[in-house]
């Protein structure tokens, strides 16, 4: 942590081009959880707030300090009891909820160690960052959540809480989350309230991808879409700090395989990939199998293919003619900012839905890991790429997430938001 000096004692840079001057500088406070795909959809929110003058700090493990530290943000270490090193999730729903509550139970005392002297103006929040929103709320703080996926709508309560209210365990860990909430000094002490219904919420995906995006609250919500970079710099899609890609000379069409970061020891699949993609006249393709897939589990590597364990996504996609991917929330977000046809292949979570809702779109086929087969990979490539009705729609599509003003748009409402 640097010195806390207020934020009135703080110099203000220059705004850049773009950039609205800050009246005001103020000291943000932003808590995330150790998973990527929960971090990098907010980071460049936390870098333009930063640009703009602002003191943020950042509570979060240590694990993503070299993602966190080159925003500008300081760091707030607190060491989390998530399994994001080795990605070991609980296939049992409830279990996973304790997981993320017990998180927020024991990183509250080092958050409030720091808070409760250096209290922040504005508190922002992951979904999982429980601690931070129990935390603004027993200091009279605003505080506005960064969801990275879909938000709550009118009716899920009585069809997607009563699901969920009816798993084993769920009652005792509504019953715990209440308990804590009452015993920290929380306002919000119902439990499925505090986790459905956040008073502030910015969502950073395409209003596109949220189911009955017309029953979600307005007043509450505000869709943003994906929020990339925003400097000159960056380039149309942003992220320029994770590298580039240079299309190779001579490519024809570039297709992109990646399943993001945890789920990727696949090689089955990944050989069904090379098998159905390589040597495919005219293609070029970019596979990404992650950190625990050996190389050598492929086998051959044909000549139009180039391997890695990590690409940088945004980048190759502004310059990929299709995309296969495990439709994470990221993953979809990026294939329709940048108005790739994709063929999903989901692995967990909310993937499944997701993909379903590419396809639904009209910009995707879905083909489950079992029956993702050379031949069935091959013929939703040729037959997504050739069909101008899916170019058609991706056009339509790409130009609404562009609108909705990502990480410029995002900044603005959390200034204004701002006591």
Same mark, same amino acid.
Request: aromatic share 6%; glycine share 10%.
């Given at each position: 942590m640097q010195s806390q000096s207020s934020p009135s004692q703080q110099s203000v840079p220059s705004a850049a081009p773009g950039r609205r001057r800050v009246p005001r500088p103020a000291h943000i406070a932003m808590a995330g959880v150790p998973v990527i795909s929960h971090t990098l959809p907010g980071l460049e929110i936390i870098r333009e707030l930063v640009a703009r003058g602002h003191r943020v700090t950042y509570a979060n493990d240590p694990y993503l300090a070299h993602v966190i530290e080159p925003t500008g943000a300081e760091l707030v270490p607190y060491t989390s009891v998530l399994p994001y090193r080795?990605?070991?999730w609980p296939e049992d729903p409830v279990a996973a909820m304790d997981l993320f509550l017990d998180d927020a139970v024991q990183s509250l005392p080092r958050m409030r160690a720091v808070y409760d002297e250096d209290r922040p103006d504005l508190y922002l929040y992951d979904i999982g960052g429980y601690a931070a929103r129990a935390l603004a709320e027993a200091q009279g703080r605003p505080a506005v959540q960064l969801s990275p996926t879909y938000v709550s709508w009118e009716g899920? !309560?009585?069809?997607?809480?009563?699901?969920?209210?009816?798993?084993?365990?769920?009652?005792?860990?509504?019953?715990?989350?209440?308990?804590?909430?009452?015993?920290? =000094?929380?306002? *919000? *002490? !119902?439990?499925?309230?505090?986790?459905?219904?956040?008073?502030?919420?910015l969502? &950073?995906?395409?209003?596109?991808?949220?189911?009955?995006? !017309?029953r979600v609250d307005a007043r509450r919500v505000t869709f943003v879409g994906p929020c990339f970079g925003t400097s000159a710099g960056d380039g149309p899609g942003g992220r320029a700090q994770q590298g580039g890609w240079e299309r190779p000379a001579g490519?024809?069409?570039?297709? &992109?395989?990646?399943? =993001?970061?945890?789920?990727t020891h696949l090689p089955g699949f990944y050989r069904e990939c090379l098998a159905a993609f390589g040597g495919l006249p005219d293609w070029h393709v970019v596979l990404q199998v992650g950190k625990h897939t050996d190389r050598a589990e492929l086998g051959e590597i044909p000549p139009n293919v180039e391997v890695h364990s990590w690409v940088p996504q945004l980048a190759i996609l502004e310059q990929a003619d299709a995309f296969v991917t495990h439709a994470g929330m990221g993953g979809s977000s990026e294939g329709l900012f940048t108005g790739t046809p994709m063929i999903a292949v989901p692995q967990g979570a909310e993937q499944p839905a997701n993909a379903d809702r590419l396809?639904?779109?009209g910009v995707a086929r879905r083909l489950d890991t079992a029956d993702?087969?050379? *031949?069935?990979?091959? *013929?939703?490539?040729?037959e997504l790429t050739s069909d101008a009705e899916v170019a058609r729609r991706l056009a339509r599509l790409r130009a609404e997430?562009?609108?909705?003003?990502?990480?410029?748009?995002?900044? !603005?409402?959390?200034e204004g938001m701002l006591p």
């Open positions: 080795d990605n070991k899920a !309560d009585e069809t997607v809480g009563e699901q969920l209210r009816q798993l084993p365990g769920a009652a005792e860990h509504f019953a715990k989350f209440g308990r804590w909430l009452a015993g920290c =000094g929380a306002t *919000t *002490t !119902d439990a499925q309230e505090f986790l459905g219904k956040p008073p502030r919420a969502a &950073l995906i395409p209003r596109a991808m949220q189911p009955f995006a !017309d490519a024809g069409k570039v297709l &992109l395989v990646s399943l =993001g970061s945890a789920y396809v639904e779109l993702a087969t050379a *031949t069935a990979l091959r *013929t939703a490539l040729l997430v562009r609108a909705e003003g990502g990480t410029v748009h995002a900044a !603005d409402l959390i």
